[in-house]
């Protein structure tokens, strides 16, 4: 129990407060390719997205991880914005606390996700 307090004592802020990810929850459209990124915390977040597997037709329209392609969204706290990824096979999300936390390489990895870090 010690242990396990030292080590989350030394834990850096930017390691507790880096990922905002678990805030944001994605909301797919009923109908169309535009779904909604909702803030479901009370910090402002900057998210990056991207999609693996779009649909064929509307592949252009869409942020592809596979071509390397990534979105950023500023999202407002409790707030929503809009994205495209309705029909996609898997969305990936990485956000930052922001202002306090700056993102820097994000990018995608293959069987991994959606990774960066919030400095």
């Known amino acids: 129990m010690i242990l396990f307090a030292l080590i989350l004592a030394a834990t850096p802020q930017t390691d507790r407060a880096a990922d905002a990810s678990a805030c944001i929850r994605a909301v797919p ?17 900057v998210v990056f997205m991207c999609v693996t597997g779009p649909p064929l037709p509307e592949r252009e329209t869409y942020f592809d991880c596979a071509k390397g392609q990534v979105g950023s969204y500023d999202v407002k706290a409790a707030g929503s914005a809009p994205a495209i990824f309705a029909g996609a096979r898997r969305l990936h999300l990485f956000a ?24």
């Open 96 to 119: 930052c606390r922001f202002p306090q936390f700056l993102p820097r390489d994000v990018r995608y990895h293959h069987g991994r996700g959606l990774k960066g870090v919030c400095r």
């Open 29 to 45: 459209p009923a109908n169309g390719t535009i779904g909604t990124l909702e803030n479901r915390c009370t910090d402002r977040l």
